[in-house]
């Protein structure tokens, strides 16, 4: 199994199948060497689906109309497993290929059928360093949670909130705070869907973030409680699944649409 997320598919092809007795050309976008996915085609049109196609041939692998997500992990699964570049009747005749496929698409089944990707890009629970506490001992600031104490994740935010405090007279930050670490590193929860963040800049899995933030950022949320984070998940639409041998997982939202169970 990859552990990896597979590479962001690059660009479009165009893949010719036989639908219907007719050659269709159809739009394709290149998973792994020598495997696409193409528009999942009907009698009557677009299914809404998508297929793994092998590019030289044309030829389905796998079932007609898949979610995307699982297309996806189909094709960079299937790549996985040997040379798929070879004619059709070359890759037929290759064992070891064929048994990887067989076992793939077994797989395939299984995690359709709770709605699991093929495999767990990540672990979902990342350790983060303690964070920097900021505390003015004689001007409270009545707006903010415990009216003396500012958290900053890393001490360049410390230094910015410093220059500032300089700058500006304004500032919160009284002539005599101080600075001290916290005392424990914290938790984040982190999407462990392999597909997670392609298409957003940077390609960042999904992080689950605060949205009682009152900046209104995507701060991600950190607690020294794993409680509290798995409280806010199942709050936020988040979706786990306990493996007992892979441990618990979580998918974002988009990512639990994007892998509907199958079986309830
Ligand atoms: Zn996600």
């Known amino acids: 199994m990859p552990t990896a997320p597979p590479t962001v598919p690059i660009g479009w092809d165009t893949v010719t199948l036989t639908v219907h007795n007719r050659p269709l050309t159809l ?108 505390s003015n001992p004689t001007t409270g600031i009545p707006e903010h949670d415990d009216n003396s104490t500012w958290v900053a994740d890393a001490w360049a935010d410390v230094v910015a909130l410093a220059d500032r405090a300089i700058r500006d007279r304004w500032s919160p930050i009284a002539d005599d705070a101080t600075v001290r670490r916290a005392d424990w590193p914290e938790w984040e929860l982190v999407c462990a869907a392999p597909g997670c963040g392609q298409g957003r800049p940077g390609g960042a899995p999904a992080v689950l973030s605060d949205w ?10 950190r607690s020294t409680k794993r409680a509290h ?32 169970r199958d079986h309830n």
């Open 27 to 134: 739009p394709a976008e290149p998973v792994a060497p020598g495997l696409a996915l193409v528009p999942s085609v009907t009698g009557t049109g677009w299914s809404g689906g998508y297929a793994v196609v092998h590019t030289a041939s044309g030829k389905h692998i796998g079932p007609y109309s898949l979610p995307l997500a699982y297309a996806r992990e189909l094709a960079h699964l299937l790549g996985t497993g040997g040379d798929w570049t070879r004619p059709a009747d070359q890759v037929r005749a290759d064992a070891t290929l064929r048994r990887h496929a067989v076992e793939t698409l077994c797989d395939l089944g299984e995690a359709r059928d709770f709605g699991l990707p093929l495999w767990w890009a990540r672990p979902s629970w990342r350790r983060v360093p303690p964070p920097w506490l900021i």
């Open 212 to 221: 009682a933030d009152e900046i209104g950022d995507d701060r991600p949320l």
């Open 229 to 260: 984070l798995i409280a806010h998940a199942r709050a936020e639409q988040w979706r786990e699944h306990t493996n007992p041998h892979q441990g618990r997982h979580w998918l974002c939202p988009p990512c639990a649409d994007d892998h509907p």
